[in-house]
């Protein structure tokens, strides 16, 4: 499946998990929410939260063995995993939130917010692939 086609498909099936959600449970698919809240004892409706965790690492560990791995990179320090792991959930805590639940279910919303927050999301990942790649000469 060419690249086009394969980040339709991944568009529809985020949107569509995202209104299924929203629709039938009346949730909004906010994932860094879901997983904070599935980690957290004794709250209400933590059920469904660690299914829904669960389902998306079941989803990634089939897509690992069943599909090519023509995209995956490896090589890098893990001191820069860690690193950018740490900054992502520091900006999530920031910015009230991730770009599942801003960008997928804020926009749709219409949320200002979310309009706001997606933009910075946008405007710091393009400052970052600059340096990345023109001031610290990392391969692309």
């Given at each position: 499946m060419n690249a086009w086609l394969s980040?339709?498909?991944?568009g529809v099936l985020i949107g569509g998990a995202s209104t299924l959600l929203l629709l039938l449970?009346?949730?909004i698919a906010g994932i860094s929410g879901i997983a904070f809240g599935a980690a957290e004892r004794g709250l209400p409706g933590?059920?469904?939260?660690?299914?829904?965790?669960?389902?998306?690492?079941?989803?990634g560990a089939l897509?690992?063995?069943v599909l090519?791995?023509?995209?995956?990179?490896?090589g890098f320090p893990r001191a820069w995993l860690v690193a950018a792991g740490l900054l992502v959930g520091i900006g999530t805590a920031m910015g009230s939130?991730?770009?599942?639940?801003?960008?997928?279910c804020g926009l749709a919303r219409f949320s200002r917010r979310s309009l706001v927050a997606?933009?910075?999301?946008m405007a710091t990942a393009f400052a970052t692939v600059y340096v990345v790649r023109h001031v610290l000469g990392s391969a692309p």
């Open positions: 980040g339709l498909a991944g449970n009346g949730r933590r059920g469904w939260r660690i299914a829904f965790v669960l389902g998306l690492l079941s989803a897509a690992f063995h090519p791995h023509g995209g995956i990179r490896e939130g991730c770009t599942s639940g801003h960008g997928v997606v933009a910075v999301f």
